[in-house]
Antibody
Framework: EVQVVESGGGLVQPGGSLRLSCAASGFTFSSYRMNWVRQAPGKGLEWVAYIDSSDGTIYYADSVKGRFTISRDDAKNSLYLQMNSLRAEDSANYYC???????????????WGQGTMVTVSS | QSALTQEASVSGTVGQKVTLSCIGNSNNIGKYAVGWYQQISHGTPKSVMFGNSLASGIPDRFSGSKSGTTVSLTISGLQPEDEADYYCSTWDYSLSAWVFGGGTKLTVL
């Protein structure tokens, strides 16, 4: 089955760290750009981070820059998000999202995992 | 405040045609194709439109269009199962970031 499955969420105190994982299966993971997108309870979707499939290019949302690190291990078909210095406003459901390149300047999010919930609270 | 602007809510009756809009600027919608994503009852988002093309499994009552820095998602023949939150998203050249609209809550009356 073609899917991505997130894990690693949980309850963490402000200032703490957490590492999210995303296990991909059923497709050639190394060929795809990948992203993390989050959604706070009752709020809209917010993009968090991007990692390229070939040249290692990485981008972050301003809200997490300097605190979060996205990485991938193509040998393990896995995507990661290391989250440090966590704040209450980082509390959200974190989705692992595959990016599909349809044409030049036409990329889309074509596969979403179920998400893993992160709660930052004392 | 979201980089892309969507209506907060839209409603329609079964069988009606409704149009959702997504307004951006020359750095995002003006340069890149836009995706539309459906989220039912805060479940997992599902891809609906890739530019003007339907995602796999999406019925052809959904269609998309683009004019300048505005894109639209039209649902012709609204069905009860279309009730959901809809988000538009694209890449922003100046921000070097993916951006989302704030989402439109579609209610089927």
């Amino acid at each position: 089955e073609v899917q991505v499955v997130e894990s690693g969420g949980g309850l963490v105190q402000p200032g703490g760290s957490l590492r999210l994982s995303c296990a991909a299966s059923g497709f050639t993971f190394s060929s795809y750009r990948m992203n993390w997108v989050r959604q706070a309870p009752g709020k809209g979707l917010e993009w968090v981070a991007y990692i390229d499939s070939s040249d290692g290019t990485i981008y972050y949302a301003d809200s997490v820059k300097g605190r979060f690190t996205i990485s991938r291990d193509d040998a393990k078909n896995s995507l990661y998000l290391q989250m440090n210095s966590l704040r209450a406003e980082d509390s959200a459901n974190y989705y692992c999202v595959r990016e599909l390149i349809v044409a030049d300047k036409a990329d889309f999010f074509d596969m979403w995992g179920q998400g893993t919930m992160v709660t930052v609270s004392s | 405040q979201s980089a892309l602007t969507q209506e907060a809510s839209v409603s329609g009756t079964v069988g009606q045609k409704v149009t959702l809009s997504c307004i951006g600027n020359s750095n995002n919608i003006g340069k890149y194709a836009v995706g539309w994503y459906q989220q039912i009852s805060h479940g997992t988002p599902k891809s609906v439109m890739f530019g003007n093309s339907l995602a796999s499994g999406i019925p052809d009552r959904f269609s998309g269009s683009k004019s300048g820095t505005t894109v639209s998602l039209t649902i012709s023949g609204l069905q009860p199962e279309d009730e959901a939150d809809y988000y538009c998203s694209t890449w922003d050249y100046s921000l070097s970031a993916w951006v989302f609209g704030g989402g439109t809550k579609l209610t089927v009356l």
